[in-house]
């Protein structure tokens, strides 16, 4: 009896609703005074109760020679509560969401160096599952330190259905990156020895000296700011 007493109040039932309901289903039809006696509960406590437990759909009651018998439900009618309860939450969930507090912008800067430094930026673009990828100030460098990986990497952007855009220099037209067949491409005139690439709300600035040089920007802002930019830059170049 305790056991299901507790399990009620846990799904949303007073303990004075459970034990009344777990009462009249052991004891059936029975009047309000009877009840009032059994469970020791105030006579005018135990119909408020009921009222209760009627407007839940647990309860229900006749008249038999002018007096009001009360019998329960079937305790398949709790799954009622739960799905009203759920239509109410669904209702209220746009409201509650427009005044939820947006806690404040993250914001990761990571370095990333060497082959390996590289090798953790193209992880860090599979695992993001972003599709679209652009590029600036392209330059072809990671072909010559990843010479025998970027094969498989040209293949996984095909497989996992990633595309993009890369702005360049024109002198480097011909190059295996700019015939990517998946990426489109432009050429500016005036190009620097670093690339950048935005993918998501992540942002590289990759430097390739003697050994590769990458910051890595998470921050959903600066990302915008640098898709801006970028979009920019492809209106004009050619």
Sequence with gaps: ME???????????????SELYVALLKRGSSKGGELSKTLAMDRTHTYNILNNLINKGLVSFALKEKKTFFEANSPRNLFNQIKKKEQIIKSILPDLEAL????SEKSNITILEGKAGLRTLLRELFESKIKEIQVFG???ESYKFLEYEMGHV???????GMHGKIITG????GKLFTRLPNFDIKYIEEMTDTSTMIFGDKVSINVFDDRPFIILIENKSV???YKKYFEYLWKIAK
């Design 170 to 173: 024109s002198k480097l037209a």
């Design 3 to 17: 056991k299901l007493i507790r399990k009620l109040k846990e799904i949303g039932l007073s303990e004075r609703e």
């Design 223 to 225: 990302a915008q700011s």
């Design 100 to 103: 939820e507090i947006k806690r």
């Design 154 to 160: 040209e293949k996984k952007t095909l497989l996992l």
């Design 138 to 140: 392209g330059t072809g």
